[in-house]
């Protein structure tokens, strides 16, 4: 699976952004899909999960009730709808893959592929 994510950028606190990750090579359906973010310095943490078929989502603690993650089978690709933004959400953004799983996942090391980033910028 090659991931593509798009739609970061610049943009004040308070505003909005989707991002975007399309997908191409294998099934996308089969796959369940995360967004991560990784600010400067910064170790990789956990933002998203959406379930293989679409239907169930989880979302990390400090992003929740600001960000939705969504999917698209028939497009395959998978959104991050971001608002309410912060200057601490400012970070490269990126998407990735993984085999189906009966709960989310929130470790990165159990996601098999990975886009190129995307970066969002929130200045106050």
């Known amino acids: 699976v090659q991931l593509q994510a798009s739609g970061g950028g610049l943009v004040q606190a308070g505003g909005s952004l989707r991002l975007s990750c399309a997908a191409s090579g294998r099934t996308f359906s089969s796959y369940g899909m995360g967004w991560f973010r990784q600010a400067p310095g910064k170790e990789r943490e956990f933002v998203a999960d959406i379930s293989w078929s679409g239907g169930s989502s989880y979302l990390a603690g400090s992003v929740k009730g600001r960000f939705t993650i969504s999917k698209d089978n028939a497009k395959s690709t998978v959104y991050l709808r971001m608002n309410s933004l912060k200057p601490e959400d400012t970070a490269v953004y990126y998407c990735?893959?993984?085999?189906?799983?009966?709960?989310?996942?929130?470790?990165?090391?159990?996601?098999?592929?990975w886009g190129q980033g995307t970066l969002v910028t929130v200045s106050s």
């Open positions: 990735a893959a993984r085999p189906r799983s009966i709960g989310p996942v929130t470790n990165p090391s159990m996601y098999d592929y």
